[in-house]
């Protein structure tokens, strides 16, 4: 995927504060030519700054933008080769559709027969043929995104930004404009830097995504890399849901992990950089719901190697696709245990207080990132999950 | 929980409504389109008794004639309106329009980069700012115009300061002429001109400005594509307002003007209080407001026309 002569965008250790408030901390990306790249995390984690300053609508305060290799941080927006969908869509309201699409290309004194085809292949990319004398004031949010995409699009940067675009729509049409954006990246084949706050949008769409949190990248990768295996407690508990615990590093030898889970329960985890994890420390770990299997019966056979926790029923939720069964594998007061299971079991209600047991294949418990060192006076802090 | 919480809210004795609290929520509520339009009353009242009634009054007035020592004879006559045609006070209409005009024109010229810098530049100090721009309002009118006299006049402040500095021999006409009149006009209406163009600046969304510069456009390139266009409102409320009452002062030419810069507002004045002739004021303003309605009427077509890229 990646071209010989490098990435096409790169972000250098940009930090940008707005008064006394740092909303970028020393981002640096690179952003390779023909992905799909997504901004990932929650309102006020430094995404869509990091997309104005790609823009030029801000100016870092140290680091550099590099476009194709160039330095670009010093130029204004109008010379950057990248345009932007924005989230409200900033459609000109006293042009038709024809003219909002056509203003880059007039900008750039393209003769008028030429604006006229492009405006028109335009349109019907995005599905809106037929529609060139419209005002854009007595358009549905949906139209009015394609509108933005195509004055966009028209164009051709090397780079497309989009920010949060299909925040402001409907979650039916919001699903089809996924699919639909996703698709059309692909044929155009332009380099699509896309922000969201919503983790499915990012999974559905993304060669790439980069989970932002409080103006750092928490980690970059593939949705499957993000979802399988996240870094931090933040990513794990971001994308997706997960259960996050705290685990002690007693003892780590050749490879082998011993560990105690929630200063209750022992086991041992193979991993593949031990020296990462020394004794005494305390480390969060995480568990997707859905990678637990619930027994009520204690003589059922967990897979080889898993690690089963016995367990009491608090709670068993049907929620038609699947059913969520709340564990209490740590005692009353300890830790709740989520588990989202399709089996059929689970459909008839159960009485809470019952005894459960949770099997959980080593593999699938993920080591993140640490929180201290175990000190013999007091129990490590309550590390809450959502 | 929630039912003791609903059981508590049955006990609650009802909360018996005054009789004007009824008729209040009766009007507020809109309950039906007739009553709605109760709340149009008040203002339709004052406008028919002080406003359409005198206009109804003046134009019965324009058509009656002049008695002897300024009583008004109840004949039905156009002859105010033939006399009031009479090529003789043309100058004077043109004077009129070409003073309105050219303070309307200053005033946005002056004005626009005023709004500008309010809505895009001022942040902070733009409420200051603001209410700098209405100090004028809150200072008599003839106040203001005698300070614009001794400022301006043949020995005045201005021509005391610029002849003391050796810049200028003998004293500048700066009084009694087109200028001192203009310049008048723009000091008392330019807040008129500012306001709306303030307004209409303001409420551009800056990401359209965003939106001009991400596809390319420089910031010169922008503001004529974008801010200017979407400005115009602005700049078509301000201009009306400051045009029509330029066209209808008569204080700024009385005093700035001197004897040979009377305006049609003067005129009119004039018959009313000098020659006590007043169905010849009266159809002398009743020709003002007709040319003003028209003149309006086209602007406002002008307006609604489509802005072309």
């Not at chain 1, 006293?94 to 604006?115: C, D, K, M, Q, S």
């Not at chain 1, 588990?339 to 009485?351: E, F, L, Y």
Request: glycine share 8%; charged share 20%; net charge neutral.
């Amino acid at each position: 995927m990646q071209p010989p002569d490098g990435p096409l965008l790169s972000i250098e250790g940009v930090t940008k504060s707005f008064g006394d408030t740092t909303v970028l901390r020393e981002i640096s990306l690179d952003i390779r030519k023909g992905e799909f790249l997504t901004f990932l995390g929650p309102s006020g984690c430094g995404k869509t700054t990091t997309l104005r300053i790609i823009a030029g609508f801000e100016a870092p305060d140290c680091g550099r933008i590099l476009l194709e290799g160039q330095d670009i941080t010093g130029l204004p927006p109008y010379r950057r080769d990248v345009h932007t969908v924005f989230q409200h869509y900033a459609l000109f309201p006293h042009y038709t559709v024809f003219n909002n699409v056509a203003f880059g290309l007039r900008i750039r004194r393209v003769p008028e027969a030429e604006i006229g085809k492009r405006v028109r292949e335009a349109l019907s990319l995005v599905k809106l043929s037929g529609f060139e004398e419209r005002q854009t004031t007595q358009m549905s949010g949906g139209q009015m995104q394609r509108v933005a995409l195509a004055r966009a699009l028209i164009g051709r940067p090397a780079v497309l930004l989009l920010d949060e675009p299909l925040g402001a729509l409907d979650l039916k049409l919001r699903k089809e404009m996924q699919l639909e954006l996703k698709t059309l990246q692909r044929r155009l084949g332009i380099t699509f830097v896309y922000v969201t706050h919503d983790q499915e949008e990012a999974m559905t769409m993304s060669d790439r995504i980069a989970v932002f949190n409080k103006g750092v990248i928490e980690q970059l990768g593939a949705p499957a890399q993000i979802y399988e295996r996240p870094k931090t407690s933040f990513v794990a508990d971001f994308i997706g849901a997960a259960n996050v615990f705290s685990a002690r590093v007693l003892d780590a030898q050749g490879g082998r992990l011993r560990l105690r889970l929630e200063e209750r329960v022992e086991f041992e985890l193979l991993v593949e950089e031990p020296s990462a994890y020394p004794a005494g420390t305390i480390f969060k770990l995480a568990i997707r719901p859905e990678r637990v299997t619930v027994r009520y019966r204690e003589d059922e056979p967990a897979a080889p190697g898993a690690l089963r926790l016995p367990a009491v029923l608090a709670e068993n939720v049907y929620l038609g696709n699947a059913s969520q069964i709340y564990l209490q594998p740590f005692g009353e007061g300890g830790k709740t245990l989520l588990a989202v299971s399709m089996d059929s079991q689970h459909r008839a209600p159960r009485a809470a207080g019952s005894p459960a047991w949770a099997d959980i294949r080593l593999e699938d418990i993920l080591m993140l990132e640490p929180v201290g060192q175990w000190t013999n006076a007091a129990t490590p802090a309550e590390t809450s999950f959502a | 929980m929630t039912q003791t919480a609903e059981a508590a809210a049955e006990n609650l004795p009802a909360r018996r409504e005054s009789r004007a609290e009824k008729l209040l929520s009766w009007l507020i509520r809109g309950a039906s389109p007739a009553a709605s339009h109760l709340l149009l009353l008040p203002a339709a009242a004052w406008l028919l008794v002080f406003l359409l009634l005198p206009v109804a009054c003046l134009l019965a007035l324009s058509l009656a004639t002049r008695g002897p020592y300024g009583t008004v004879v109840w004949s039905f006559t156009w002859a105010n309106f033939g006399r009031a045609l009479n090529p003789m006070y043309l100058p004077v209409l043109l004077r009129t329009a070409a003073y309105a005009g050219s303070a309307t024109g200053l005033c946005l010229a002056l004005g626009f980069p005023l709004a500008y810098y309010l809505s895009f530049y001022a942040g902070k100090r733009r409420e200051t700012l603001l209410v700098m721009l209405m100090i004028p309002f809150w200072t008599s009118c003839l106040v203001a115009i005698y300070s614009w006299m001794i400022i301006l006049g043949r020995h005045g402040l201005l021509n005391d300061l610029l002849g003391r500095l050796g810049l200028i021999q003998a004293p500048l006409p700066l009084l009694n002429n087109g200028f001192s009149v203009v310049l008048g006009l723009v000091y008392f209406y330019i807040p008129f001109m500012v306001l709306p163009l303030y307004g209409s600046l303001e409420k551009i969304p800056r990401a359209y400005l965003e939106a001009a510069y991400d596809l390319g456009a420089s910031p010169a390139e922008a503001f004529l594509k974008v801010t200017l266009p979407l400005s115009l409102p602005g700049v078509f409320a301000g201009c009306l307002l400051t045009f029509v009452p330029c066209m209808g002062d008569f204080l700024t030419a009385e005093f700035l003007g001197g004897p040979r810069n009377f305006l049609i507002g003067n005129l009119i004045q004039n018959q009313f209080l000098m020659s006590q002739d007043w169905p010849f004021g009266a159809a002398l303003t009743a020709l003002l407001v007709l040319s003003l309605i028209s003149g309006l009427y086209f602007y406002q077509r002008l307006e609604a026309r489509q802005i072309e890229p």
